[in-house]
T-cell receptor, first 120, second 109 residues
Framework: GAVVSQHPSWVICKSGTSVKIECRSL??????MFWYRQFPKQSLMLMAT?????????EQGVEKDKFLINHASLTLSTLTVTSAHPEDSSFYIC????????????????FGPGTRLLVL | RKEVEQDPGPFNVPEGATVAFNCTYS??????FFWYRQDCRKEPKLLMS???SGNEDGRFTAQLNRASQYISLLIRDSKLSDSATYLC??????????FGAGTRLFVKA
């Protein structure tokens, strides 16, 4: 069964609004979660690494003020796309990294089902 | 040179065929290796980890060659349901995980 959930699974919004996406690890604690973006027919692009209790680490070219990440607990990370524009329309996927001793292979990423964002 | 390289394909094979994918990585310090499968418009799902000794899971066999810095995935007796994009994933320690661009496989009846 699913080990990482994402909510919402899809969202359509007007340009200029902010959209919050939640990522939860369901049966293990995740000190580290990752946020990816994927455009059609392209590979995953890592946006940022989210660490529980500390600031996220953003990849080069990703605006931290536009893509706000909060990792408030060991099972929840959120990504907020602020003032969304049509070019932000994409498939956003989170993953959670396991650590040894939680009943799953250590240091393995499990992905959420993704969130499709369409900005009009 | 990309850190992780895969042949994008597509590989078009008939049902029952055996197909192999290779993936090369540039960082010799890479520590762990995985194959993920991604269906169209879905998230990647872990197919198998790749160990130095090689590992097999049913029709799928993964191998690692550290000397040549490549990993491989062999699929035997291909099924229609194997049609997907196969992502090679390399972890270089810490949280640095690199995804290949993926190899597309189409299995035809």
């Amino acid at each position: 069964g699913a080990v990482v959930s994402q909510h919402p699974s899809w969202v359509i919004c007007k340009s200029g609004t902010s959209v919050k996406i939640e990522c939860r690890s369901l049966d293990f604690q995740a000190t580290t979660m990752f946020w990816y973006r994927q455009f059609p027919k392209q590979s995953l692009m890592l946006m940022a690494t989210s660490n529980e209790g500390s600031k996220a680490t953003y990849e080069q070219g990703v605006e931290k003020d536009k893509f706000l990440i909060n990792h408030a607990s060991l099972t929840l990370s959120t990504l907020t796309v602020t003032s969304a524009h049509p070019e932000d329309s994409s498939f956003y996927i989170c993953s959670a990294l396991t650590t040894p001793g939680q009943g799953r292979p250590g240091e393995t990423q499990y992905f959420g089902p993704g969130t499709r964002l369409l900005v009009l | 040179r990309k850190e992780v390289e895969q042949d994008p394909g597509p590989f078009n094979v008939p049902e029952g065929a055996t197909v192999a994918f290779n993936c090369t990585y540039s960082n010799s310090a890479s520590q762990s290796f995985f194959w993920y499968r991604q269906d169209c418009r879905k998230e990647p799902k872990l197919l198998m980890s790749v160990y130095s000794s090689g590992n097999e899971d049913g029709r799928f066999t993964a191998q690692l060659n550290r000397a040549s810095q490549y990993i491989s995935l062999l699929i035997r007796d291909s099924k229609l349901s194997d049609s997907a994009t196969y992502l090679c994933v390399v972890n270089s320690g810490g949280f640095k995980t690199i995804f290949g661009a993926g190899t597309r496989l189409f299995v035809k009846a």
